[in-house]
T-cell receptor, first 112, second 112 residues
Framework: EAQVTQNPRYLITVTGKKLTVTCSQNMNHEYMSWYRQDPGLGLRQIYYSMNVEVTDKGDVPEGYKVSRKEKRNFPLILESPSPNQTSLYFC???????????FGDGTRLSIL | DQQVKQNSPSLSVQEGRISILNCDYTNSMFDYFLWYKKYPAEGPTFLISISSIKDKNEDGRFTVFLNKSAKHLSLHIVPSQPGDSAVYFCAATSSGTYKYIFGTGTRLKVLA
């Protein structure tokens, strides 16, 4: 089954404790992205990747890092999480330009 | 600056009637538009898309209309069913970028 898998689905942690949210897709897609969803703000892109070792900032990259060492994986790293990063996060992948994205089921992060 | 706007946060429609969800955009470079549906605790799922070379695209009960001069697109659902109750996001992108810009979403409630 074609899917984007995120882990964990839920996480409560404390300010400053490094965390990683993993994302994996099994569709051999070139493009992957991370979004955060906040009330009244919709989905905002954090980072995206066009291929292995090629990443770029989205609209809200501050406080986040990503890496793309393999085509299927695109982890999101919060080196020093802060309460304003409490949000619902989605990973997505797509095959190419002007193609629909496939989303994971989301990761709800609470930073205390 | 919100480049993609969904001005109606919510909409209620009677089962069997038409649901019309609206989306406005400001960037004239956008050339591909999508609608996604999102249920609670799940990621957004792709519904329907339209290229800027068309003004209408239809898929079963779902039709998307694009008015480029007004920078406006709409999603029509006919007939509406209770299972259509969800949050709907419109999104836009242009061939020259890797970014997909999402609206803030409209919560549709179809009343049985």
């Amino acid at each position: 089954e074609a899917q984007v898998t995120q882990n964990p689905r839920y996480l409560i942690t404390v300010t400053g404790k490094k965390l990683t949210v993993t994302c994996s897709q099994n569709m051999n897609h070139e493009y992957m992205s991370w979004y955060r969803q906040d009330p009244g703000l919709g989905l905002r892109q954090i980072y995206y990747s066009m291929n292995v070792e090629v990443t770029d900032k989205g609209d809200v990259p501050e406080g986040y890092k990503v890496s793309r060492k393999e085509k299927r994986n695109f982890p999101l790293i919060l080196e020093s999480p802060s309460p304003n990063q409490t949000s619902l996060y989605f990973c997505a992948s797509r095959q190419g330009h002007n193609q629909p994205q496939h989303f994971g089921d989301g990761t709800r992060l609470s930073i205390l | 600056d919100q480049q993609v706007k969904q001005n109606s946060p919510s909409l209620s429609v009677q089962e069997g009637r038409i649901s019309i969800l609206n989306c406005d955009y400001t960037n004239s470079m956008f050339d591909y538009f999508l609608w996604y549906k999102k249920y609670p605790a799940e990621g957004p799922t792709f519904l329907i898309s339209i290229s800027s070379i068309k003004d209408k695209n239809e898929d079963g009960r779902f039709t998307v209309f694009l008015n480029k001069s007004a920078k406006h697109l709409s999603l029509h659902i006919v007939p509406s069913q209770p299972g259509d109750s969800a949050v709907y996001f419109c999104a836009a992108t242009s061939s020259g970028t890797y970014k997909y810009i999402f609206g803030t979403g409209t919560r549709l409630k179809v009343l049985a």
